[in-house]
């Protein structure tokens, strides 16, 4: 059974399209934002696949780029390796090797390079809104201007 992921809009529409024969409809994902995000789904073609529906904000690409990070928060210091999992409009996920002092709340900085034609080097500043083990969940916060060099990179 072909497992089949996509993304739901602002308005609680996705659309789905059919791993054999392509066929493309659009459904409403309301009935689901609050329960299962993976249903069973039967097309007309008779494929029968798993349909995951992902309800975040902002796209977010995978990745695997090398980079460093540093706390800024006030009475805690420190910083280390990076990286970099993935990144969204909204936020980046990244992993670090070794024992850390991260946790939720802190502000930090990140910085990397991109894998684009240019090398961007990019310098973020975040809010940690997760930690699980040595994996770190970061939030840009609102105000925050995504530069154009991200915007075109996360489009392929």
Do not use: W
């Not at 996509?6 to 609680?12: L, Q, Y």
């Not at 280390?80 to 409009?89: D, L, T």
């Amino acid at each position: 059974m072909a497992d089949v992921k996509t993304f739901v809009r602002n308005n609680n529409t996705a659309t789905v399209i059919c791993p054999a024969c392509n066929t493309a409809k659009h459904i409403s994902a309301e009935p689901y934002r609050f329960k299962k995000h993976a249903i069973k789904v039967r097309c007309r073609c008779g494929e029968i696949f798993t349909l995951r529906l992902d309800f975040r904000r902002h796209y977010r690409k995978l990745t695997s780029l090398p980079g460093t990070y540093s706390i800024i928060t006030p009475a805690k210091t420190g910083g280390g390796i990076a990286h970099v999992r993935n990144i969204s409009r909204g936020g980046i996920g990244f992993t670090v090797s070794g024992r850390h002092h991260l946790e939720k709340g802190l502000k930090i900085i990140v910085e990397f390079q991109l894998n684009d034609r240019n090398q961007t080097k990019l310098r973020k500043e975040g809010i940690i809104r997760s930690v699980k083990g040595n994996y770190i969940g970061c939030e840009f916060p609102k105000h925050d201007v995504v530069e154009k060099a991200l915007g075109f990179y996360l489009q392929f």
